[in-house]
């Protein structure tokens, strides 16, 4: 008898689920780039249930369980938000599907002027790719969403490969017309967010950028060295969890999002995505976070 249909008689007797392969076969298509998301055949989790409901944390929320393929609980996860600055994971993800992040970016003398956050990139400077993902990332700079954007083309051109990325991944909530996250059409669900941001963690480079409490860069023709601060207030308030990707998002109108990924003391996975937290602020976002973590039959989290 083979591994998987053992494991298959063992979920049926003990009424576990292992819907994690199915995350990958039937909820995205099987690109190679999503078949290692650490799916544990050999480790059986239990589901895992709410104990209570707080459904005044935000306008919509999912976690989602990435051992199992489990939504464990929601609200409104499969409307449409706008994402604001979430738009820049699709950025970051079009951005890095080349072999070679040490390849140096030249600033354009046309690049549109854009609202903070910014990095501070001026006509002429030269940065790695790797770095102009880490200041798009962790900093949040809009300069080098569009810096990004505009390398290979037309600002258009991206903004549509943006749309047509989405839909192969049949991330089908998503609508993007810009690459930083500036306009309230940019739009997108909760548990797209959650597998979109799954799918970048499956990067080692953009895995260890979307973990950094700040990071360095270097303009290439001058040696100007710069650091940047996470916009995510997260890192103070980990304890038992280990952080793997997160990103923050906000606009005034739309108020505070946070998109998350921790991995717990056995092994256990879990996307958080938060839509317009209440409070209205970042630190609202991660209450938000923790309070759904606590919300959770049989599983040890900390107190926050």
């Given at each position: 008898?083979?591994?998987?249909?053992?494991?298959?008689?063992?979920?049926?007797?003990?009424?576990?689920?292992?819907?994690?392969?199915?995350?990958?076969?039937?909820?995205?298509?099987?690109?190679?780039?999503?078949?290692?998301?650490?799916?544990?055949?050999?480790?059986?989790?239990?589901?895992?249930?709410?104990?209570?409901?707080?459904?005044?944390?935000?306008?919509?929320?999912?976690?989602?369980?990435?051992?199992?393929g489990e939504t464990i609980v929601s609200?409104?996860?499969?409307?449409?938000?706008?994402?604001?600055?979430?738009?820049?994971?699709?950025?970051?993800?079009?951005?890095?599907?080349?072999?070679?992040?040490s390849r140096i970016l030249t600033v354009p003398p046309s690049l549109p002027p854009v609202p903070e956050n910014l990095a501070g990139i001026e006509a002429s400077e030269r940065y790695s790719l790797l770095d102009c993902l880490r200041a798009l990332l962790v900093y949040s700079a809009n300069d080098m969403a569009y810096l990004l954007a505009s390398e290979n083309g037309q600002l258009n051109d991206f903004v549509e490969m943006m749309n047509n990325e989405a839909k192969k991944f049949n991330l089908n909530s998503f609508v993007f017309v810009d690459?930083?996250?500036?306009?309230?059409?940019?739009?997108?669900?909760?548990?797209?967010?959650?597998?979109?941001?799954?799918?970048?963690?499956?990067?080692?480079?953009?895995?260890?950028?979307?973990?950094?409490?700040?990071?360095?860069?270097?303009?290439?023709?001058?040696?100007?060295?710069?650091?940047?601060?996470?916009?995510?207030?997260?890192?103070s308030k980990l304890t038992n969890e280990r952080l793997i990707a997160n990103k923050t998002?906000?606009?005034?109108?739309?108020?505070?999002?946070?998109?998350?990924?921790?991995?717990?003391?056995?092994?256990r996975r879990l996307a958080v995505v938060i839509f317009k937290a209440n409070p209205p602020s970042k630190q609202g976002a991660i209450e938000a976070v923790f309070k759904l973590f606590s919300s959770l039959e049989n599983f040890s989290s900390p107190n926050f």
């Open positions: 008898m083979s591994l998987k249909l053992l494991l298959g008689g063992l979920v049926l007797i003990l009424g576990f689920n292992l819907q994690g392969e199915r995350l990958i076969a039937e909820t995205l298509p099987p690109e190679e780039s999503l078949k290692p998301l650490n799916i544990n055949l050999t480790k059986i989790y239990p589901s895992l249930k709410t104990k209570t409901l707080h459904n005044d944390i935000a306008e919509s929320y999912i976690v989602l369980d990435l051992n199992t609200k409104n996860s499969e409307n449409p938000y706008p994402l604001a600055s979430l738009t820049k994971l699709m950025t970051a993800y079009l951005s890095s599907k080349t072999t070679n992040l690459p930083a996250g500036l306009s309230l059409q940019n739009q997108g669900s909760a548990r797209d967010v959650a597998l979109l941001l799954t799918l970048l963690s499956k990067n080692p480079a953009l895995k260890e950028i979307l973990a950094s409490a700040s990071v360095t860069i270097k303009e290439q023709t001058r040696g100007e060295v710069k650091t940047f601060n996470s916009t995510s207030v997260i890192f998002g906000f606009l005034p109108e739309s108020g505070y999002n946070y998109a998350g990924i921790f991995e717990f003391l056995d092994g």
